[in-house]
């Protein structure tokens, strides 16, 4: 990066100084209300873990059946739980955080 001039570099290293320093706000402190948000963000996060959990459980257990045939069944039934899942998920993200309170 050229400067063009004395206040070309100064300009630019203070937008980089005010930059980092709004970065740096941002990152969590470890106070109260970074431990409220953790302890109310951990239920929905596993509660949206499940999902592929039960399509890998799921696949891994009809894959040894080895029929192609009841694999493929499966990944169309997985499509359509998953579909009909996502769909009213919001539901316990949106109570998992009232829940946890």
Do not use: H
Request: charged share 15%; net charge positive.
């Amino acid at each position: 990066l050229r400067c063009s001039g004395p206040r070309a570099c100064a300009s630019g290293n203070s937008s980089r100084v005010m930059i980092f320093t709004r970065l740096r706000s941002a990152l969590p402190e470890n106070d109260e209300l970074d431990r409220k948000v953790l302890s109310t963000t951990l239920p929905s996060i596993a509660n949206l873990a499940v999902v592929p959990l039960v399509g890998a459980v799921d696949t891994f257990w009809i894959g040894r059946m080895g029929d192609a045939l009841a694999l493929a069944g499966q990944g169309a039934a997985g499509q359509i739980f998953f579909t009909v899942y996502f769909v009213i998920a919001f539901i316990p993200t949106l109570t998992a955080p009232l829940v946890a309170q």
